[in-house]
């Protein structure tokens, strides 16, 4: 029996694990147009949430205290930079909060991107998509990415040998060759920097 649109829908979600999605992420199954149509009904029948324009998740409600779960800013992000070919990667605060150098909750959630600068509001937060020039966005891999993010946040004066050692007791084996390899490619301060984590 042939599934409905809707339904091939909800299966991809599940199945990729899509935390936020817009019509772009299903279009192998119909047009564009009709993807719309189709997140339309799932929206008024609630089985998924309008989040800004054009780009939704599925509702998940905090058990502990019976309410709807905000929005993970992270997937939106990630959602927007799928419907426009981005590459986006954390930078600023949040990648320092994400490797674990810091435990701030950001107030804003910053990404380098090869797209436009362009900024949202989702239920006071912000998320922001920061323009840059640099190829760090598309030719290393996101541990990479994230950890000369991360640097490039605290500063060449600013980081500490705690930092250094934080990084290099939590990335694995394989994070390390890749960062090590790769970095080679960035600026020298900052290879000189990661030379430092990966040392054994």
């Known amino acids: ?78 959602a927007i930079a799928r419907q426009y070919n981005w590459y986006i990667c954390p930078s600023g605060s949040f990648a320092l909060n994400k490797l674990g150098l810091s435990t701030q909750v950001p107030a804003r959630y910053v990404f380098v991107s090869n797209g436009p600068y362009v900024s ?6 912000r998320l922001i998509f920061k323009h840059t020039t640099s190829r760090e966005t598309i030719r290393f891999s996101p541990i990479t990415q994230l950890v000369i993010q991360a640097i490039k946040a605290i500063g060449r004066r600013n980081i500490s040998k705690d930092d250094v050692v934080y990084l290099r007791k939590s990335l694995n084996y394989k994070d390390k060759d890749i960062l090590l390899d790769e970095g080679r490619r960035t600026s020298i301060w900052i290879y000189e920097i990661i030379k430092e984590i990966c040392e054994v």
């Open 1 to 78: 029996m042939k599934m409905s649109l809707q339904n091939l829908i909800l299966e991809k979600i599940e199945y990729k694990q899509l935390g936020a999605f817009t019509a772009s992420d299903f279009l192998e199954f119909a047009r564009y147009d009709a993807v719309r149509k189709a997140l339309d009904r799932l929206e008024d029948s609630n089985q998924i949430r309008r989040i800004i324009r054009g780009v939704y998740d599925r509702p998940r409600i905090n058990r502990r205290f019976n309410m709807p779960e905000p929005p993970r800013i992270e997937d939106v992000a990630y």
């Open 120 to 125: 949202y509001t989702i239920e006071g937060m």
